[in-house]
């Protein structure tokens, strides 16, 4: 099987959710950025302003909650939410692998002046789902995303909170289907966008998982979510989203980034996180023969501030990403060895875009960068 690059972007059309237009050899992403230039955003403005207003009116003592892990996009949430004059409850799923800097970030956001909820889970169920879902389905953010979805979606619902704010919508941002695209999160967009690969806390029930240990994982129903009133929608329907202005506002606003990239090439990004999400874009080497650098590096394409050529560069000047530090920590919480890793990591390499060459070494055939230093 033949990769196909996008040749606007870089992004191969083995991303998961991409529509790839072979005809003229470009991306949904792209095509996406493009259709953007034709939104009125004065109009979309004008719509959420009317949205909080209808809020308002029924005087809740919190009118919305924000899911927040302390990032810029979070941050930003925030920001906007508080200059709209709402009164949010902020949570928080509490990853395992927080680390100082998220912390200080997520304490910063708290600051600003919100109510705000740390939910851990019971660390016995959370570690054993994160390794079940690494060697069934080699990603070990299954768990986070079903929780950081969950625990909002459930308080809501419970407290019958009238309004979610969430962050972008990737069915827009990266390219999907055209009913999921827009404000709303629901259902079928959490099976689709949600990074569970399809399943919900259900399919994960055994012997040694039951339904009540996955409680924290579950997603109440569009049904349920009706009944009690509660509307999920994505800001950035209503703003422009662009991960370089969202930190410029949170920078603003005492967010701090990085020293270096955590994954991928932003200081400012999933840095809160001191392994879990770093295995998890890692893993997309072996899946789909491309990783977090691609995406940020379209990202900067398509935003104009990098050409494709340059975006080329940047990959090779990188190379091969291993994260060695992060995989030692990921393997001491779940407690298994690395070579273990390696094997349950090698049983996802995907092989048919990867072959082995006469010296045994796995290599993409007809790789978007000429002559790239393929290790055995």
């Known amino acids: 099987m033949k990769i196909n690059y996008c040749t606007k972007c870089i992004l191969p059309d083995t991303r998961p959710n991409i529509n790839f237009n072979y005809k003229t050899s470009t991306c949904d992403a792209c095509l996406n950025k493009e259709n953007k230039k034709k939104i009125d955003w004065t109009y979309r403005k004008k719509l959420f302003t009317n949205l909080i207003k209808d809020i308002k ?76 879902t690494f060697k069934k389905k080699g990603s070990p953010v299954i768990p986070m995303h079903m929780a950081l979805h969950a625990i909002p979606l459930q308080l809501a619902t419970k407290f019958k909170i009238p309004l979610i704010l969430w962050g972008e919508n990737s069915a827009d941002e990266y390219g999907g289907e055209k009913d999921l695209k827009g404000l709303k999160l629901n259902h079928k967009w959490l099976l689709k966008y949600g990074v569970t690969n399809g399943t919900t806390h259900l399919d ?81 080497w072996y899946k789909f023969g491309f990783t977090r650098i691609w995406d940020n590096l379209s990202l900067e394409i398509r935003n104009h501030r990098m050409t494709r050529v340059q975006a080329l560069s940047k990959i090779k000047e990188i190379g091969e ?56």
């Open 57 to 132: 009116i029924q005087k809740k003592k919190y009118d919305c909650i924000i899911p927040v892990s302390g990032g810029k996009d979070s941050t930003w949430q925030v920001v906007v939410a508080l200059e709209y004059g709402l009164h949010p409850l902020c949570v928080t799923w509490k990853t395992p692998a927080r680390n100082s800097l998220g912390a200080e970030n997520l304490q910063n956001l708290i600051n600003l002046g919100v109510d705000h909820i740390d939910f851990s889970i019971n660390p016995k169920i959370e570690r054993k789902f994160t390794l079940k």
């Open 204 to 284: 994960w029930v055994d012997a040694e998982l039951s339904e009540n240990d996955l409680t924290p994982y579950s997603w109440p129903s569009d049904e349920e979510q009706n009944k009690a009133g509660v509307k999920a929608v994505f800001l950035g329907h209503y703003f422009k989203w662009d991960p370089q202005e969202t930190y410029n506002v949170a920078k603003k606003f005492g967010f701090k980034k990085a020293d270096t990239a955590k994954t991928g090439i932003y200081t400012f990004a999933d840095i809160d996180d001191s392994f879990l999400i770093t295995i998890h874009h890692w893993m997309k």
């Open 321 to 376: 990403e291993l994260p060695l530090t992060e995989i030692s920590s990921f393997c001491e919480y779940v407690k298994i060895s690395e070579s273990q890793f390696f094997d349950i990591a090698n049983s996802f390499r995907n092989k048919n875009i990867w072959k082995k060459n006469s010296q045994g070494v796995w290599h993409i055939e007809d790789f978007l960068i000429k002559n790239w230093s393929w290790t055995k």
